[in-house]
């Protein structure tokens, strides 16, 4: 165990800067003080000012989404994916319980239950098969409408979350979502800059939620999107996001129960300088991955994760997984890189583990995530890491 | 009508700078360009950085209350402090029918029902005498429980909002609430730098929430803060508005459904600066209501809005309140007063007349707020359109 320890943190000195190297740090560089500066200027930093509008539209470009509504962060974008999609009070909805626990909190902001599923390791993301077999034997289908055999409870959506910006296998689980009569939701937060099939994450789903918070690879200090290509949903959610007040010159009335979800002017003006960077941040990080898997090739009992086959990752937060039977080397990994200032961090508390989900429908066998849990550590990934463009990573997605 | 409506804009005009006036616009004249610039340098935008800790120490310090902890916007805050004093599913909030509407989705967001009453002519804030004889009427007490007897459901909290920045009238509602078994939580949204008999708006119910939006008298982009005395609060609010995360160096363990409502750093910084300067603002903002209270002085059929005798009011939105019988002068002073480039607004549509909340409980007569509904305008307030401190503003609250 020491020397496999030893060995990673090595490795991992040799690929890293000196000195100590955060998980993910923002990089700002470009236009982030002149746009910012210009929102002090202008006084118009709240909820008027060109940028929100403006972000908007470059998240629509870079994407390929019909409509992004910039939103005060991902888990927010997420709640109101929910809500559009149709999740009601009691209602339950498929995640995986691999996942942060934002994906879990926002189906239970809307009074209804999140249903535990298990993931894949070769995306990391919900399993296909392991999801089809799971739904033929537990629910059934009502004039359209899938309910859990079990539980009684309407299943209305399907969450599929790109863990650490890798693609979940989006064409089969978008085929047992239109099966079963179920909407696919993309929490995307992580995958901002990861292409599907040459398509963005984000923009197969019916609708998907991104994020920008400190630690994603462009950041507005908090924020985040919706992305759906439905334009009247793109109108609703923009109206939700905005306590779904009704437009007037100056009476305020409200027509549903909306949220203050809406990004500041500011904010959104750091995230307008972010987008500027973002092509060149994914080919860093992407560069840096490349080092990673290159240094990490010969060793044995662990091995880099790499994007799958259908997939060009972002690779936000690069990943090195123990193979089956290493994992009581998982906490001295962890030890030994924290200690030499190498920030690194185990994959999150499964779903189903946390006290306040532990009630909830699962399936019996969570078995691939729960091993993931248990081998999985992430390493750091900043578009810092490395000082240029990397000569790996030419083609596009 | 039409001279009523002239000489109206006529004075206004003579109090205002000439040219296009705001309702309420931020002034950015201090450290705020320093202190974000800090940010941006640090790359500590986000969830790490300094200005929060800063930020809510001095909001502790200004208001007197023992805890601040900062929140993404004044919703979030409000929310946050519901759940706090125990609201939970199917259970009623008393809060005014005169107030916006986050007051009222903040009730929802618990999965809990508002319940509407009325509000007093002299603070636009609840009405203690109307409150305690309808609860005398309505409600039971079993076990120091409140029940609502037609609906059979329990009545945890009543929210008193301090109207346009007036201060209600809280010794008598805190007295009630003390008498029926419910928490009283101060919806401070309006009332930063607002004093009831010399102790801050938000100091004296169990939980209060304030705001920082763009409207505000000072703006963080967007932002809010619950307030509280109590320490486990206090340690269960940041908790909450954290994601619930339990403490470790690197697991990702939650223990509690939390939220994404963090206050980013960046926000937290321009908050930092806004604070310096408001005293300034108060001084101004109440600089200006005196000139506005001169100006209207002599004028028959409609009043200035003044302070309630006991309170020090931050004069955060000034209203004009046409005198009974001249309901009909409203829309006409409206359209004459925005069409001369002077912005003014009536108040908020009643919350029991908005179609997601006109099925809730509600006193059956809400007459005062529906009279002042009729009769109020609000007129421009920022702390920028008096050039200096005003002379009448000597004694402190």
């Avoid at 923002?26 to 500066?37: A, D, R």
């Avoid at 289908?141 to 979350?161: E, Q, Y």
């Avoid at 996001?241 to 009335?253: E, G, L, N, V, Y």
């Avoid at 810092?384 to 030419?394: K, M």
Wanted: with cysteine.
């Amino acid at each position: 165990m020491i020397d496999l320890a030893r060995t990673i943190t090595e490795i991992l000195k040799n690929v890293l800067p000196e000195g100590t190297v955060a998980l993910h740090e923002p990089k700002f560089s470009g236009n982030e003080w002149t746009y910012v500066k210009e929102c002090l200027d202008t006084g118009w930093v709240s909820s008027v000012g060109k940028f929100v509008d403006r972000f908007e539209a470059q998240l629509a470009e870079y994407t390929g989404a019909k409509h992004a509504i910039a939103t005060v962060n991902g888990t927010a974008a997420l709640h109101v994916c929910l809500r559009l999609a149709g999740v009601e009070r009691d209602d339950e909805v498929l995640i995986p319980t691999l996942t942060f626990v934002a994906t879990a909190n926002a189906v239970s902001y809307c009074g209804a239950v999140p249903h535990f599923v298990d993931s894949s390791e070769i995306t990391l993301g919900v399993d296909p098969d392991k999801l089809k077999a799971y739904l033929e034997d537990t629910v059934e289908i009502r004039d359209g409408t899938c309910f859990n055999r079990a539980t009684g409870r309407r299943i209305r959506a399907l969450v599929v979350m790109h863990t650490f910006g890798h693609p979940a296998d989006l064409d089969p689980l978008l085929e047992i979502c239109r099966r079963f009569g179920i909407t696919l939701v993309e929490d995307a937060a992580e995958s901002l800059g990861s292409f599907y099939k040459g398509r963005h994450t984000g923009t197969l789903g019916k609708l998907s939620a991104l994020s920008f918070n400190g630690n994603k690879i462009v950041t507005t200090g908090g924020g985040g999107a919706i992305l759906t290509n439905d334009a009247e949903l793109a109108r609703l959610a923009k109206h939700l996001t905005t306590t779904a007040k009704i437009p007037h010159r100056w009476s305020f009335t409200h027509d549903k129960i909306g949220y203050n979800y809406r990004l500041p002017n500011i904010n959104a003006a750091l995230g307008c300088a972010q987008l500027e960077a973002l092509p060149g941040f994914v080919e860093r990080k992407r560069g840096l991955a490349e080092k990673y898997k290159a240094a990490f090739a010969g060793l044995g009992g662990i091995r880099f994760f790499a994007e799958p086959s259908f997939a060009r990752s972002n690779y936000w937060l690069n990943a090195l997984i123990l193979e089956p039977g290493n994992e009581r080397f998982r906490d001295g990994l962890l030890d030994a890189t924290n200690e030499a200032g190498i920030m690194t961090r185990p994959a999150w508390t499964l779903m189903h583990r946390l006290e306040m989900y532990e009630a909830c429908p699962k399936m019996s066998d969570l078995g691939i995530a729960e091993s993931i849990e248990r081998r999985l550590i992430n390493i750091p990934s900043s578009a810092s890491l490395v000082d240029s463009f990397s000569p790996f990573t030419g083609h596009t997605g």
